[in-house]
């Protein structure tokens, strides 16, 4: 099933701006902020969602509060650029749960970037030392330790839709 293409309004784009930021707002409230009665605003929010632009709705937890001390960004170093190599390191890191992001990336000495939550250095070390530089094709992996989060999980802008 082909689902066409969904041109936005100012009301779709209000929807996301509160969406990402308000992800378990009721219908009715939604409805009320955008100015919409809520049968139309419920409509909208399914044509968004049908079309892929809401992909999720989501809970943000503190890592801090569940004793994740650390976040780091490491660069990961692969020893070949071949589809192969990629998917397998990519099929490992899907399977550590102290990962919680991982991108692929250019203009550095690295190939991934990855996001990761340990409790304290020693976590680390287990991580770095018995998991991830164990993974076939790891060459090299450089580490920076986050100080502070600036801000975190910023919404899409809709603005200029």
Do not use: W
């Not at 100015?35 to 969602?49: N, T, Y």
């Not at 550095?108 to 304290?120: E, G, M, P, S, Y």
Request: aromatic share 6%; glycine share 4%.
């Amino acid at each position: 099933m082909s689902v066409s293409p969904l041109v936005l309004d100012r009301f779709d784009r209000h929807i996301l701006d509160i969406v990402q930021q308000e992800g378990r707002i009721s219908n009715q409230e939604l409805a009320d902020r955008i100015g919409l009665s809520p049968s139309p605003c419920l409509r909208r929010v399914r044509a968004l969602e049908e079309h892929g632009l809401i992909v999720r709705y989501r809970a943000e937890v503190d890592s801090r509060q569940l004793g994740y001390q650390l976040m780091a960004l490491l660069h990961i170093s692969m020893d070949q650029h071949t589809p192969e190599r990629f998917d397998n390191f990519e099929r490992h890191i899907r399977e550590i749960p102290n990962v919680i992001e991982c991108l692929i990336i250019t203009g550095q000495a690295a190939d991934f970037q990855l996001k990761i939550l340990v409790r304290d250095m020693d976590d680390y070390q287990h991580l770095l030392l018995h998991v991830i530089n164990r993974i076939e094709g790891v060459t090299g992996a450089h580490t920076s330790f986050v100080l502070r989060r600036v801000f975190e999980h910023r919404p899409v802008p809709t603005d200029r839709l």
